[in-house]
């Protein structure tokens, strides 16, 4: 089994590191899950752009079909499979957006066609044609040929606080090995679950 470690940002870190090493590409692609306030979910790929004891870090166009879930029910789940390693690990708590000077360093960090793209996609909604975008691109890009590109007040990222985290590794003959951190008042317990 994983050695028990006290706390999973320890392990997270360790397997991370190994995914940079042997995933080609993006080894912080994960999975978002995010719901309705009725309950009705929806999952995309994003990216992981940064995390520590505080939780995990995303960015988004809060205009878009997650940014408006998540900020109607503040609660997702994330899933990080690094198929050349055999493992996922599976992160479930609440969200709460990250500060402006937290996305606004962020968003200046960006390559200058993204920070372009972020005012000229309104992510998630309907698109008359390649050419509308193509447009919108074209305006922010003279809007702002000079200088800095400030981050749209509609786009900003949000931090998950961990109150579940699984880590899963593939074991021969299906009996995969699932280690799980649940947050308590005092810490972490750690148990495992059949596979």
Same mark, same amino acid.
């Given at each position: 089994?994983?050695?028990? %470690?006290?706390?999973?940002?320890? @392990? &997270? !870190?360790a397997?991370?590191? #190994?995914?940079?090493?042997?995933?080609?590409?993006?080894?912080? *692609?994960?999975? $978002?899950?995010?719901a309705?306030?009725? !309950?009705?979910?929806? %999952?995309?790929? %994003? @990216?992981?752009?940064?995390?520590?004891?505080?939780?995990? %870090? &995303?960015?988004t166009? @809060?205009e878009s079909?997650?940014?408006?879930? @998540?900020? *109607?029910?503040?609660h997702?789940?994330?899933?990080?499979?690094?198929?050349?390693?055999?493992?996922?690990v599976?992160?479930?708590?609440?969200?709460?957006?990250?500060?402006? /000077? /937290?996305?606004?360093?962020?968003?200046?960090?960006?390559?200058?066609?993204?920070?372009? !793209?972020?005012?000229?996609?309104?992510?998630?909604?309907?698109? /008359?044609?390649l050419?509308?975008l /193509?447009?919108?691109?074209?305006?922010?890009?003279?809007?702002?040929?000079?200088g800095?590109?400030p981050?749209p007040p509609?786009?900003?990222?949000?931090? $998950?606080?961990p109150?579940?985290? #699984?880590?899963?590794?593939?074991?021969?003959?299906?009996?995969?090995?699932?280690?799980?951190?649940?947050?308590?008042?005092?810490g972490?317990?750690? !148990?495992? $679950?059949?596979?």
């Open positions: 089994m994983t050695a028990d %470690v006290s706390d999973p940002y320890r @392990l &997270f !870190g397997w991370f590191a #190994e995914a940079e090493k042997t995933e080609i590409n993006d080894p912080n *692609a994960m999975a $978002l899950a995010t309705t306030p009725d !309950g009705r979910p929806s %999952v995309r790929m %994003v @990216l992981l752009k940064g995390w520590d004891e505080h939780g995990f %870090v &995303f960015y166009n @809060l079909r997650k940014g408006g879930e @998540l900020l *109607a029910n503040p997702a789940a994330l899933c990080l499979h690094w198929k050349s390693l055999q493992r996922q599976r992160i479930e708590g609440p969200v709460t957006p990250v500060s402006p /000077e /937290e996305a606004d360093a962020y968003f200046a960090s960006r390559p200058r066609d993204s920070r372009i !793209g972020a005012w000229a996609s309104a992510q998630s909604r309907p698109l /008359e044609g050419f509308k /193509e447009r919108e691109v074209a305006k922010y890009a003279a809007k702002y040929a000079v800095e590109v981050r509609h786009w900003s990222g949000f931090r $998950l606080d109150e579940a985290v #699984e880590f899963w590794r593939a074991k021969p003959f299906r009996l995969h090995e699932r280690q799980v951190f649940r947050k308590t008042h005092d972490w317990t750690v !148990g495992y $679950l059949f596979p």
